[in-house]
């Protein structure tokens, strides 16, 4: 077995070729992971925003459902209120029609 030590200029054109396509290729990979980072940073700012607004929005849905709450609590103590008085006015309307009679 012998080793030969010459080089052939289509052996140094195939490398260069290689070498070439090698660096080619690297580059172009690079330049679709920097694009795949801008749309995923994009993607992500937008959802970010979307995330907000939708905070923003159940936060207001909440503040409503609260005051809701309090107007209920509100309505059911004033007809409770009304309802005690009617009572009243119909127990002091029976005594007084009551006593009417016995007179």
Do not use: C, P
């Amino acid at each position: 077995m012998t080793f030969n030590g010459s080089i052939d200029i289509g052996q140094i054109l195939t490398l260069a070729a290689m070498l070439l396509g090698g660096f080619y290729f690297v580059w172009e990979i690079k330049g679709k992971l920097n694009l795949l980072i801008q749309e995923t940073t994009m993607r992500h700012d937008s959802n970010v925003k979307e995330f907000t607004d939708i905070k923003t929005q159940l936060s207001e849905l909440s503040k409503v459902a609260i005051e809701l709450a309090k107007q209920e609590i509100r309505m059911n103590t004033i007809d409770q209120r009304m309802l005690e008085i009617s009572t009243r006015v119909h127990s002091l309307t029976e005594k007084a029609v009551g006593k009417r009679k016995v007179s």
